[in-house]
């Protein structure tokens, strides 16, 4: 090892763990681009958070530990591992069968022009979506909490304050969620918005309001001829004939898979350039972007879309239900469905497509999409203001109502969830506060392990 002394058989053996970890988790972005799958392990050894926002395939391994049994359907709650923390503790047959964003973390919000044309506050980035225990959100959140808060070194007593102020927001928002659900004719509570939200939520919507189309557009692209182009820039790829034609083709299978909504203008369709995007996909792989017309002739409406690999989410591989899995044609499927359902008028332009044998997302490469900055926020009163805020967003996030066309989820989950708490309220806080200090811990010493690992060579391929 780096260190004068042997490491501790304790952090060797956890040493180990991380390494089988990995080598299943990054055995694709090894094979695709090592060079990239390097500089993605060196931003994780920057910090301990930065570790744990690369690691959900460790997290979810360690939620399911235990005996390592792993159930079908028809032996538990949808698949639900033996192990999981607290078993029938608010997991239910419903509640460890709703959407979940799957990585959700401090850095995961931000904010997205919808459907409406209204700029949202929400979660972003719905790679890891799946269908799963609610509980697991809450506790991916609860210790990036933890490291937060002790980044920012604040007392484990103002971290414990910070962790019960996300649940009591999360609780009293699926509260107001499940009884609206009951109401006829029930109206959405509002999201956040720019009339809405404030301090630096509303900073953040502000931020992203002051940005363009045309902005976005000057940076990747160019006038030639009186005609808007791609660039020719550092990671760009010039497409041959052959590549260009498959692209092409992938992108006449996503047509088929946006709703009769979006097409209503099909002028705004017509492709004016394909380029290639080289390692910017999940693990490495190539993605491509596509200039299309837009909603007008006019250059500054063109729209830039990602075509880009999607990859299997990290707690899928600790969820064995067949029904789930046999939903979805491919992952690109599956991440375009499960943002339709976790987010409220979703990007118009999302959709899926399958390219090479596999499948793939797309989305608009939107100038609106701006994260919340942590940077300025050490003042704990702000602080305990924000996570408040995001503790009602992904409530919202869990709320997708009956009867809404997503088959995997039949029902309230927000009722189901609302029941879940009522069951046991005064737990419901202490199990994320306990959860956010142990895996918290656990994660910061993960950070050193996986430093020491790095440095002595010992992750295979990189």
Partial sequence: MSSQHAPAPDAARRGEQILAVFDTAFAEPLAAD??????????????????????????????????????????GAAGVPAAVPYPGRYLDERTSRVWIHGDLHTGAFGTYLDATGRLVFHAGGFDEAYVGPFLWDLQRFAASVALLGHAKALSDAQITGLVRTYAAAYRERIHALAADARRPGRDELPPLTLDTAEGPLLDTLRAARARTRGGLLETVTEVRDFERRFAAGAGTVELDAAA?????????????TLPESSLAHPDAYRVKDVVGRHGTGPAGTPS?????????????????????QARTPAVARHLTGPRVRGHFRHEGHRTAVAQRALQAHADPWLGWTELDGAGHLVTELSPYAVGLDWSELDDPAEISAVVADLGRVTAALHAVPAGDGHTLVPFSAERAIDAAIAADEEGFATVLVDFAHSYGARARRDHEIFVDLFRDGRIPGV
């Fill in 244 to 256: 260009r034609y498959k692209v092409l083709a992938a992108f006449d299978g996503y047509l088929e």
């Fill in 288 to 308: 491509y972007d596509i200039l299309l017309e837009g909603g007008s002739d006019a250059l500054e409406s063109d729209v830039v879309i990602s075509l880009r």
């Fill in 34 to 75: 090592p060079a990239a799958l390097r500089g993605r392990l060196r931003k994780m050894a920057a910090s301990a958070a930065a570790f744990y926002r690369g690691t959900a395939c460790l997290f979810y391994r360690d939620l399911a530990a235990g005996d390592g049994a792993r159930r079908d359907e028809k032996e």
